[in-house]
């Protein structure tokens, strides 16, 4: 199990020379430009994040506490990466002001619906989907190619999933659920965005809970 974690972990190393080489406390070497290796690492930490649930899977152990540990390290490795390179490239502040907005939003519904439906949500394929297109306009970013355009793209992507999981999560809250609180229940979106359509629809789905 500690395999798995430290394999989960690795995205966390790539991030800390993304933070080193961007705000030149360590200078990279000299072969390639400081854009060129940033560039790289990004790429490694997405690398690594689709790697580890892939071999999690594969020897049994994506258990609800490895998916818990790297949503967090997602988040956390995200949001530091982005401040690094808008740092690094000079941009201004508010450009993550939506990023933060959305996590912000999205990190105190989900601790609503924890504590009032006992249950944890986890993303599905289009909302890792959608947290990969900003990495990819990071790219785009660093090789100062439609950086803009496709940042905009990137939080629009973001704010979509968002709305997919506030769907859910605003039925959720108003179940009563008589569960033991050292039970969690978990849910996994899937890629019909249930959620969204929830929103725009009085028929509200659910997407049923199970125990792990």
């Not at 580890?52 to 988040?75: C, E």
């Not at 740092?87 to 002001?97: D, M």
């Not at 496709?150 to 992507?157: D, G, M, R, S």
Request: with cysteine; proline share 4%; charged share 15%.
């Amino acid at each position: 199990m500690f395999f798995i974690f430290a394999l989960s972990s690795v995205k966390i190393l790539w991030t800390v020379f993304i933070v080193l080489f961007s705000f030149n406390i360590v200078k990279p070497p000299e072969i390639l430009s400081p854009h060129i290796w940033i560039t790289i690492l990004v790429v490694l930490v997405v690398f690594f994040d689709f790697i580890d649930g892939r071999v999690a899977k594969r020897f049994d152990k994506n258990t609800a506490q490895r998916r818990l540990f790297d949503n967090v390290s997602d988040i956390c490795v995200t949001h530091i990466s982005y401040l690094s390179i808008l740092y690094f490239l000079h941009w201004a502040f508010w450009w993550y002001i939506p990023l933060f907005l959305r996590d912000a939003f999205l990190f105190l519904l989900g601790l609503v619906v924890m504590k009032k439906a006992r249950v944890v949500v986890f993303p599905g394929v289009v909302h890792k989907v959608g947290r990969l297109v900003l990495p990819i306009a990071a790219i785009f970013m660093l090789c100062g190619y439609y950086g803009e355009l496709a940042l905009v793209i990137a939080l629009l992507f973001f704010y979509i999933t968002l709305f997919d999981y506030y769907g859910i999560f605003a039925v959720q809250k108003n179940m009563n659920i008589q569960e033991p609180k050292e039970i969690l229940n978990e849910i996994h979106l899937n890629s019909n965005l249930v959620g969204l359509r929830n929103i725009f629809s009085q028929n509200q789905k659910l997407l049923p809970p199970h125990n792990k």
